[in-house]
């Protein structure tokens, strides 16, 4: 099974870490990046988990929370800066249309 893989960019600084590190456990830059990135979201699980259901916590559904957490700006701040469109205002969807060719 060939499995795909991504670059990850690392200063000079950590990159020379990196290949002492290589060298003297005897293991490929890969393993070694992988095992680190591994270790440290173990270690630091609970704060993602906490970041996650924060971001969570704002998001009910509607525009307003989506706005607010894709902007940064509290949802009861949106107004101070344009707040949002009344729904009379708002475009509906465009229709779905099948085009399909004659035979």
């Known amino acids: 099974m060939v ?12 990159d020379q870490l990196i290949s002492h ?6 293991k490929s830059k890969k393993d070694v990046v992988d095992t680190a990135i591994r270790e440290y979201i173990d270690n630091h699980r609970d704060e993602i988990n906490a ?13 307003e929370s989506a706005i607010s957490l894709l902007t940064d700006v509290p949802v009861d701040q949106l107004q101070d800066h344009g707040g949002m469109p009344d729904a009379s205002q ?12 004659r035979a």
């Open 21 to 26: 590190a290589v060298h003297f456990l005897g």
């Open 90 to 101: 708002q475009r509906s969807p465009a229709p779905i249309c099948w085009i399909t060719r």
């Open 51 to 63: 970041g996650v259901q924060a971001a969570l916590r704002q998001l009910d559904g509607s525009s």
């Open 3 to 14: 499995t795909a893989s991504a670059p990850v960019k690392v200063d000079v600084g950590t």
